[in-house]
């Protein structure tokens, strides 16, 4: 069984700090994505990154595909508020189902 | 963007009742939807694999006769607890992978199921 493992599990920073959202494998992976999640609602693509040692960058937000195709990172420059929320990673197995990371739960204090 | 919804948003039902779930793909065909249960501060876990037209695929450990799922067309798959107990309340969110649209699943804005 393949597992998707996060850190930090929750983090909670000041509004303007930075941080950084790691997600691990136990095995190569072909793709993987990044979604957010804000209570009560279901998550939403950030991101896709599908080469190894890709970067990719939404804003605020810079996204990392390991060069292993192992690991994945999620940076987030100067978090504000609206940045709160639970981050997913996830990749395909098989016949295009998704495993879902273990989360993490971020909290921006203004 | 490909847009999912749900139906309902939450419900509260008595236990031993059953409960339907609809969720469809609005504006693409989805020839796969996926249904996730979600715990209180947890990831999603998938519970199965819809196909249109054919047999739902379950995870392990997901009874297929307590969760019956049916995808009776390209656009729509309903999930129904049967039987339902308060171990059943959870976040339940649907995802829809389109005929043509490789690995990207669009997710619905889930259902709250509360169990008495």
């Known amino acids: 069984t393949q597992l998707l493992k996060q850190s930090p599990q929750f983090l909670s920073i000041q509004e303007g700090e930075n941080l950084t959202v790691y997600c691990n494998s136990s095995s190569v992976f072909s793709s993987l994505q990044w979604y957010r999640q804000e209570p009560g609602e279901g998550p939403v693509l950030l991101v896709t990154?599908?080469?190894?040692?890709e970067v990719k960058k939404l804003k605020r937000l810079t996204f990392q595909f390991g060069d292993a195709r192992k690991d994945s990172s999620l940076h987030i420059t100067a978090a504000q508020p609206g940045d709160t929320g639970l981050y997913l990673c996830?990749?395909?197995?098989?016949?295009?189902?998704?495993?879902f990371g273990t989360g993490t739960r971020l909290k921006v204090l203004a | 963007g490909a847009v999912v919804s749900q139906h309902p948003s939450r419900v509260i039902c008595k236990s031993g009742t059953s409960v339907k779930i609809e969720c469809r793909s609005l504006?693409?065909?989805?020839?796969?939807m996926f249904w996730y249960r979600q715990f209180p501060k947890q990831s999603l876990m998938l519970m199965a694999t819809s196909n249109e037209g054919s047999k739902a695929t379950y995870e392990q450990g997901v009874e297929k006769d307590k969760f019956l799922i049916n995808h009776a067309s390209l656009t729509l798959s309903t999930l129904t607890v049967t039987s339902a107990h308060p171990e059943d309340s959870s976040f339940y969110i649907c995802s829809a992978r389109a005929l043509a649209g490789g690995q990207t699943q669009y997710f619905g804005p889930g259902t709250r199921l509360l169990v008495l």
């Open positions: 996830a990749i395909t197995s098989g016949t295009y189902k998704y495993i």
């Open positions: 990154v599908v080469t190894g040692g």
């Open positions: 504006d693409f065909q989805a020839t796969t």
